[in-house]
């Protein structure tokens, strides 16, 4: 994709833009295509990657798929009938975002390789200035759409940084490096792990799996579409529509078990156990691989694939906890040594701790990570957040799903925050931020609703929950009725000043 806009040289004077989106994933690539089709073009989106896609640009590692099925795993307004397969590959899915971002002309708005530094709130001027890579900009709106999994997050292990072989995260991929054969280590069995898992141990001269929690694992109803449904999802009137609703409906089905009555993910858990039973011949492994916690307490994993590549010969689950990395071993806390050649880390991500939040100052000089720190992570639908004017916040606070599409949450926030850009420009609005007490009302009915959940009450530890055990990252309903908040900006909510009111 080309750099198109370079028109920010370090050190030149600020370019000034109405509205300034950070991050060009689903979220951020949605609001820029929402934007243009409002008629607004004063825009800019600063994408620290050199292209579109966000999540799904970075995460190359080998086996890298969606647990949600495309048809429903894709934008409402751009649908894509010529998916390949139920559960779509990284490549596909990042092709796709490519396309939408080209179809919708929106790439000459977006400065790549730009990575925002920080985004400061000027009062006097009501203005964000926003500094970055390549040069600093003002905006009147920012919209911030960073993604909650973005910036990995590495394990604390003793020597770690010593060690001299091949090492890196599952979400930057070394894709020069050669492990045919090696003996590799992976830390972590979470999502990514146990896509990787398989592939590596298919090419492993000896793989060690490094499990702290041992997590629940289903079977993966994946399958590449035939001639007759691909042609049928081309051509038929309200195919595509029909499967992505079932789709829809079938996923939101669970959220009954998962935010109130776990004695409805029972059928759930029966199948995960006879998936490990099936797949597991040996008892000491089957032991080993059998979660201690709450079925849908983290993320449920899917896969066909992972369990039998546990049960390969070059392969071993170690349980005993890592005490030490030297220049070559992982050494266990049992103090067995295993030298290794290459360590994957798959250790996930910096969600509610994330070093982003130190880079954006709101009104009081206070940066996001300070609010954080006092108060938890809170916001107001998920979009906006108190002592932070003029921002809005895609996959913000309390937005994200362990069972379902989060594009259908991203439109829904993008129909919130384009009609609340509308409600400014219609009534000469200058600067708007949501009340305190109207969010800390929101929250208080939030927590109570996320208090009856499995994710809090699952028995594990998991990224959903915040170092004081606070939930800040789930939607604790089903996804209509966040669909139904956001419908229509409630401006009531908010404070704001006109523009002729204003200081300046
Ligand atoms: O990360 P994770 P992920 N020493 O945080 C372990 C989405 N996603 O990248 O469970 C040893 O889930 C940690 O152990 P524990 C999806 O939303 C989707 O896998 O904390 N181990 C865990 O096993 C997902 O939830 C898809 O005890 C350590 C693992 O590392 C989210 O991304 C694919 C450790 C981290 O798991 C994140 O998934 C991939 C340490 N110090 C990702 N620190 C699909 O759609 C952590 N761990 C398929």
Redesign the pocket.
Known sequence: LPVTDTAVKPGGTPRHVDTLIIGSGFAGLGAAIKLVQEGKRDFVVLERGGEVGGTWRD?TYPG?????PSHLYSYSFALNPNWTRSFSKQPEIQNYISSVARKYNVLDKHVFNCDVQEARWNEVNARWEVQTSQGAFTAKIVISAVGA?CEP?L???KGIDGFEGEIFH??RWNHDADLTGKRIAV???????I?IVPQLAAKAGRLDV????A?WVLPRADREYTTLEKLAFKYVPGFQKLSRTGIYWMRETQVVGLAKAPIFMKPLQFAAERHLRMQIKDRDLRKKVTPNFQIGC??MLISNNYYPALTQPNVDLVTDG?AEVTANCIVDRNGATREVDAIVV????HVTDSPTFAGIIGKDGRSAAEVFEASGQQGYKGSAIANFPNMFFLVGPNTGLGHTSMVFMIESQLNYVIDAINTIERNGIGTIEVRQDAQDVYNKDLQDKLAQSVWNNGGC???YLDKHGNNTTLWPGFTFQFRNATKKFDLAAYRSVATRDLPG
Do not use: E, H, M
């Open positions: 995460n890298a798929a969606c647990d949600v999994l997050s394990p604390d292990i599952s979400a830390i972590g069995t979470g999502a990514s792990a896509q490094y499990q702290r929690t997590p983290k993320r890592i798959a250790t996930g991500f530890a998991s990224w």
